[in-house]
C-alpha cells in the first residue's frame, strides 16, 4: 500500500537555481498539504488544496515560492529564485478529505540550497 | 491563532522506564490533538490521537490524556523500548469554516531510550 511519495529526496543546488519538489499522494486522498520543517521555525504549513484547487496559501513565505496541482495524483512546489534561507526539509501530507484526520506524511525532500 | 506548547525538549529514559510528554494549547476552539513520532530520515507519522469529546484513549503501551479546561494534553508510554527512540510532535487543531482542520505543531520532544 503505497503512502505519500516524493522527489527528489535530496537536492543540492546554488542560490539562484530553480528548485521543483515533487509529490504523489495517497490514491484516493483529495486534501495535499506542503510543509517546511526547520530547526529554528519547526513544521510550518506552506499550502493546501483540496480537490487539486488551492485553498490555503498564506504560509507560503515569499513570491518565489509556489505550487501546483495539475491532477490529483501529482503536485509540485517549486522556489525560484531559491536563497540559502531556503534550506530546510520539505513534507508532503495527504488525507481522504479536508477536515479528515489524520494526515499522512511523506519522507520529505531534503533541500541544500549553497 | 494557535500556539503549541510542548515540554520536555528531550527526554531520556531507561528501557521499560514511562515516559510522559506534554503540551499545551491556546485556541479552546481547537477539538483534534494528533501526536506524531518521526525517526531520522522519515516523515511524522501518526501514533495516536484524540478528539475533544474524549478525555483519554489507549493503544497498547501509548496513551493520551487530554484536558480541555487546561487547554493542555499528554502523550504516555509505557515499558519503552530502544525503538521508541524518536522525535515526537504534539499538534492542534480546529476546523475552519473552509472544513480544513490546519495543525499548528509543538517544537518536538526527542525521546532517547537506554538499553
Known amino acids: 500500500d503505497a503512502g505519500v511519495i516524493q522527489s527528489p529526496r535530496h537536492e543540492v543546488t546554488e542560490m539562484g537555481q530553480e528548485v521543483t519538489l515533487r509529490c504523489k499522494p495517497i490514491?484516493?486522498?483529495?486534501?495535499l498539504f506542503w510543509y517546511r520543517q526547520t530547526m529554528m521555525r519547526g513544521l510550518e504549513l506552506l499550502i493546501y488544496?483540496?480537490?487539486?484547487?488551492?485553498?490555503?496559501d498564506s504560509g507560503m513565505p515569499e513570491d518565489r515560492f509556489s505550487a501546483k496541482m495539475p491532477n490529483a495524483s501529482f503536485s509540485t512546489l517549486k522556489i525560484q529564485p531559491s536563497e540559502p534561507r531556503d534550506s530546510a526539509v520539505y513534507f508532503c501530507?495527504?488525507?481522504?478529505?479536508?477536515?479528515?484526520?489524520?494526515?499522512?506524511f511523506g519522507d520529505g525532500t531534503r533541500l541544500s540550497i549553497l | 491563532g494557535e500556539n503549541v506548547e510542548q515540554h520536555p525538549s528531550t527526554l531520556s529514559v531507561q528501557e521499560g522506564d514511562s515516559a510522559v510528554i506534554k503540551c499545551t494549547y491556546s485556541?479552546?476552539?481547537?477539538?483534534?490533538f494528533p501526536w506524531y513520532k518521526q525517526e531520522l530520515g522519515k516523515g511524522p507519522q501518526l501514533i495516536i490521537d484524540?478528539?475533544?469529546?474524549?478525555g483519554e484513549k489507549k493503544d497498547q503501551r501509548i496513551a493520551v490524556t487530554l484536558n480541555k479546561t487546561a487547554k493542555h494534553f499528554s502523550l504516555h508510554i509505557t515499558e519503552t523500548q530502544p525503538e521508541d527512540s524518536a522525535v515526537y510532535f504534539c499538534?492542534?487543531?480546529?476546523?475552519?469554516?473552509?472544513?480544513?482542520?490546519?495543525?499548528?505543531f509543538g517544537t518536538g520532544t526527542r525521546l532517547l531510550v537506554s538499553p
Open positions: 501530507a495527504s488525507s481522504p478529505r479536508p477536515g479528515d484526520q489524520p494526515q499522512h
Open positions: 490514491s484516493g486522498h483529495n486534501s
Open positions: 488544496f483540496n480537490n487539486n484547487v488551492p485553498i490555503d
Open positions: 485556541d479552546s476552539a481547537s477539538n483534534y
Open positions: 484524540i478528539r475533544s469529546n474524549v
Open positions: 499538534a492542534a487543531s480546529r476546523s475552519l469554516n473552509t472544513g480544513f482542520q490546519k495543525l499548528v
